[in-house]
Structures are given as structure tokens and as C-alpha cells.
């Protein structure tokens, strides 16, 4: 778990100093310059955590039960239950709406599932093959993930 020092900064002093990251995250455009950034700055479990929250609110968004999200990015049902609490909040909004307009993200999110389908049932996979998959589990109007 991250470790958060006692000793506090001023209230004028942390609005700078988050006023400033935000700024700075806000200018990069480049997703090999974000990538270093946050690859310098977070270490990979902060990465993975982050990036595990946001996966849930997306699966959440798309008609996911919690014990299918659960087993597919391998967290708590206590972790869901946080983050389906955020689902309507402005930062959800601000990420789907982003998200949205995105198409390569449907790839991704149909990649990731069929990894995870091939890890965790791989005798599914087999039986099934390539277009069964994509006809069982991605052919679902509710199951797309974007």
C-alpha cells in the first residue's frame, strides 16, 4: 500500500503542487511521453491499481456482473463495490464520454477478453474456436465493451 507521510503540507502548497501535476499532465499529448511520465513517477503497483479501477468502471458500464469482472481482472468484490459507487460520478462521465470516441478501445477490450478467456478457459477457446468466440462472447450487444 502507498505510504503517505504525517507530516502535512500547507493548504496553499498542496493546491499549488497539484494545480501544477494537473497542468502538466494536461499538456502531454504524446502517449509514449504520458507512458514515460507515469512509468517514472508511479510504481507498478500504483499503475496497476489505477488502471484495474478504471477497467471495472468500464465493465460496470457494459452490463458486467461483479463476480465476472472479479475473475476477468482478478480483484475484490470490495473493490468493485468502491468504484461501482463512482460509476455516475463527473469523473466516470468525463472518462466514457472520452472513451466513446475512441474506436480503437473496442479492440482492445475484445483482446483483453479473449486473453483472459484463453487463460482461464482455454478448453472453451479450443472447442469454440476463433469465431465461436467472438459469436458467444463478444457477439452480445450488452458484453460490448465500447
Given at each position: 500500500?502507498?505510504?503517505?507521510?504525517?507530516?502535512?503540507?500547507?493548504?496553499?502548497?498542496?493546491?499549488?503542487?497539484?494545480?501544477?501535476?494537473?497542468?502538466?499532465?494536461?499538456?502531454?499529448?504524446?502517449?509514449?511521453?504520458?507512458?514515460?511520465?507515469?512509468?517514472?513517477?508511479?510504481?507498478?503497483n500504483?499503475k496497476?491499481?489505477?488502471?484495474?479501477?478504471?477497467?471495472?468502471?468500464?465493465?460496470?458500464?457494459?452490463?458486467?456482473?461483479?463476480?465476472?469482472?472479479?475473475?476477468?481482472?482478478?480483484?475484490?468484490?470490495?473493490?468493485?463495490?468502491?468504484?461501482?459507487?463512482?460509476?455516475?460520478?463527473?469523473?466516470?462521465?468525463?472518462?466514457?464520454?472520452?472513451?466513446?470516441?475512441?474506436?480503437?478501445?473496442?479492440?482492445?477490450?475484445?483482446?483483453?477478453?479473449?486473453?483472459?478467456?484463453?487463460?482461464?478457459?482455454?478448453?472453451?477457446v479450443?472447442?469454440?474456436?476463433?469465431?465461436?468466440?467472438?459469436?458467444?462472447?463478444?457477439?452480445?450487444?450488452?458484453?460490448?465493451?465500447?
Amino acid at each position: 500500500m502507498t505510504q503517505v507521510s504525517k507530516r502535512e503540507l500547507g493548504k496553499q502548497l498542496e493546491g499549488e503542487i497539484y494545480n501544477f501535476f494537473w497542468s502538466t499532465i494536461a499538456k502531454m499529448t504524446d502517449k509514449g511521453e504520458i507512458s514515460t511520465f507515469f512509468g517514472e513517477f508511479f510504481t507498478r503497483n500504483e499503475k496497476v491499481n489505477f488502471t484495474k479501477r478504471l477497467a471495472i468502471i468500464v465493465l460496470i458500464h457494459k452490463g458486467y456482473n461483479w463476480r465476472e469482472i472479479s475473475d476477468i481482472l482478478k480483484v475484490s468484490v470490495g473493490t468493485i463495490a468502491k468504484m461501482a459507487s463512482k460509476i455516475d460520478s463527473e469523473a466516470s462521465k468525463v472518462f466514457f464520454k472520452k472513451l466513446e470516441k475512441e474506436e480503437k478501445w473496442q479492440k482492445f477490450w475484445d483482446d483483453m477478453l479473449k486473453s483472459y478467456l484463453t487463460i482461464s478457459h482455454p478448453e472453451k477457446v479450443a472447442k469454440l474456436g476463433a469465431e465461436g468466440v467472438e459469436r458467444v462472447y463478444l457477439g452480445k450487444k450488452r458484453r460490448r465493451l465500447l
